[in-house]
């Protein structure tokens, strides 16, 4: 979460900021997405090149590709993104296996299993996927019968304001983050920034895999129509995907800035800690 602990002087309270289910659906999610992403990777791995389109080859000019050429005896990794070469040897398109440089387009540390193994990446990503789709269902749910969405994610029309957003983007870029009464609730930026993930970018992803499924495309062959073909989608699926990677990198770094045991503990126990300001002495309160 981007909420804060403040370290302002005055009373410390523990509040209820998380239910078991967002808790649980959470930490379920990130062991899902974890194996999707690795064996994801695994699988592209298979044919490092994106295409538009319903069909791509080898010949057919790729929007992105990993690759591996000859240069005097030398394997050299090539990253092709469009027109522009990058050369990227030791991370993509080559990079060390035993102290050997190998062709693979991602790296051996990151991808599930580490060897090329097609089937075995196959097996780990459709598995957790229908793992990752049934928790979202539940979520989902919980998240319309129980007002959670409504509660705690829609922002309010001052919210919205420019004036508003501005200065929320302003006080994040500086890391200064709600204090107070403020940090029970999510703010804009957090709400905002939820709901694409939620309603955008998950159901993309979702989408997107099952129009790369020719099982799938017999039973909602719409889909293909809706993604300009089988190549187009998993394009967008790749997109989509490196989308949910930067957005967990950008979580993660704001909640080790925003303060990391208060974060960890509202995930895990629900509990999260504010801290009110200390109420002002009266008069007769004062010593002489």
Do not use: C
């Amino acid at each position: 979460m981007f909420g804060s602990s403040s370290t302002t002087s005055g009373q410390q309270t523990l509040i209820r900021r998380h239910s078991l289910t967002v808790r649980l659906s959470h930490w379920l999610n990130v062991l899902a997405m974890t194996v999707l992403l690795f064996s994801g990777l695994q699988i592209f791995n298979a044919h490092p090149h994106l295409y538009w389109g319903q069909y791509g080859a080898d010949n057919d000019p790729s929007v992105l590709s990993l690759d591996a050429v000859d240069s005097d005896g030398v394997l050299k990794g090539v990253t092709r993104i469009g027109g522009l070469a990058l050369d990227t040897t030791g991370v993509l398109g080559v990079s060390s296996v035993d102290g050997e440089p190998t062709v693979r387009g991602f790296p051996a540390w990151i991808t599930l299993p580490s060897y090329q193994d097609l089937a075995t990446g196959r097996r780990w990503h459709f598995f957790f996927a229908w793992a990752f789709v049934l928790n979202g269902l539940v979520y989902l749910a919980y998240g319309i019968l129980s007002r959670h969405f409504r509660r705690d994610l829609v922002p309010t029309r001052s919210e919205l304001t420019p004036a508003h957003l501005g200065h929320e983007i302003a006080d994040h870029a500086r890391l200064r983050f709600p204090k107070g009464e403020k940090a029970r609730h999510y703010n804009a930026l957090q709400k905002i920034t939820y709901l694409l993930v939620i309603f955008l970018m998950l159901p993309g992803m979702i989408l997107t895999g099952l129009t790369m499924s020719p099982g799938f495309n017999a039973v909602a062959p719409w889909l293909l129509d809706l993604f300009g073909g089988r190549q187009s989608a998993r394009t967008l699926h790749f997109v989509f995907a490196t989308s949910l990677v930067a957005f967990v990198v950008v979580h993660v770094a704001m909640v080790l800035a925003s303060g990391l045991f208060n974060n960890m503990r509202s995930m895990i126990t629900g509990r999260y800690a504010i801290r009110t300001e200390a109420p002002l002495a009266s008069p007769s309160e004062i010593a002489p």
